[in-house]
């Protein structure tokens, strides 16, 4: 796993000022939590740190290498990923999981699939197309992707956003338990289940106005 870090980082999509001197380090094999109002950044953080846009002023660090000197591909080929946006499901279910894994068995690809709790035949729904699936489904779907995927640096956008809230909670302790000893950022406005995490992002309006371990920021409400 390598670390990320963000360093007087600022950043407008248009003539507003969306990110305003950004600071902090995920240090390699840990996790932590960018939590705030919608509208607050966040998105934005995690979009900045896979390049897809360029930032105007500061520096974003890969492993201490600033992003600009890293190959997009090898930057993508290390993390897995789950964006708001990638939960448009194209192609059909086998297709879907096999571009995580392009070896994946049917014994792998049905235990991830009981794994996310989607309860389908492999059999019958592996070749259909997703495009007709819930919300929710796709969105098991898309981290079905991430578990065969399994990087050791990990960026997920809340991810569990259109599930209930009791198969949330399942899915995010099956999360902590899978990426022990990876770095990990989750972008979450809920705050429960983030107790886990080594450290916690708070935003608001493009600032981060608080950072620190879970224990430290509650103590603090
Ligand atoms: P969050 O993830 O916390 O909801 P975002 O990072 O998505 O916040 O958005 C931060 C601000 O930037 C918001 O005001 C949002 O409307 C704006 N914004 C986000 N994406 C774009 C975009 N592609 N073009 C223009 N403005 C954007
Ligand atoms: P979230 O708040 O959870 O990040 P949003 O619904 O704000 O999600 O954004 C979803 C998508 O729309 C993102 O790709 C974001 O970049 C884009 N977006 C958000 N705000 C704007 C905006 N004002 N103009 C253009 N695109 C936007």
Do not use: C
């Amino acid at each position: 796993p390598f670390s990320l870090a963000m360093q007087e980082v600022s950043f407008n999509y248009a003539d507003t000022a969306t990110l305003k001197d950004i600071n902090f380090v995920v240090p390699q094999g840990t996790r932590a939590a960018i939590v705030g109002p919608s509208g607050s950044g966040k998105s934005t953080i995690m979009q900045l740190l896979l390049d897809m846009y360029s930032v105007e002023k500061g520096i974003i660090r890969i492993a201490g290498q600033p992003l600009e000197e890293i190959k997009s591909e090898d930057l993508w080929s290390k993390v897995t990923v789950l964006l708001q946006q990638n939960h448009f499901f194209y192609g059909t279910v086998r297709e879907n999981l096999i571009i995580a894994k392009r070896d994946a068995t049917d014994d792998e690809l049905r235990e991830v699939l009981d794994e996310m709790e989607l309860d389908f035949d492999l059999d019958q729904h592996v070749d259909e197309k997703g495009e007709n699936f819930s919300g929710g489904e796709k969105q098991r779907l898309a981290l079905a992707r991430m578990w065969l995927k399994d990087t050791s640096v990990w960026l997920l956008d809340e991810p569990f956003s259109a599930l209930d809230p009791s198969t949330a909670r399942k899915l995010h302790e099956k999360l902590m338990k899978k990426t022990v000893g990876k770095t990990v950022l989750l972008v979450s406005h809920r705050l429960v289940g983030l107790e886990d995490l080594d450290q916690i992002l708070v935003m608001e309006d493009g600032k981060l106005v608080q950072a620190g371990q879970p224990e430290e920021l509650m103590e603090q409400q």
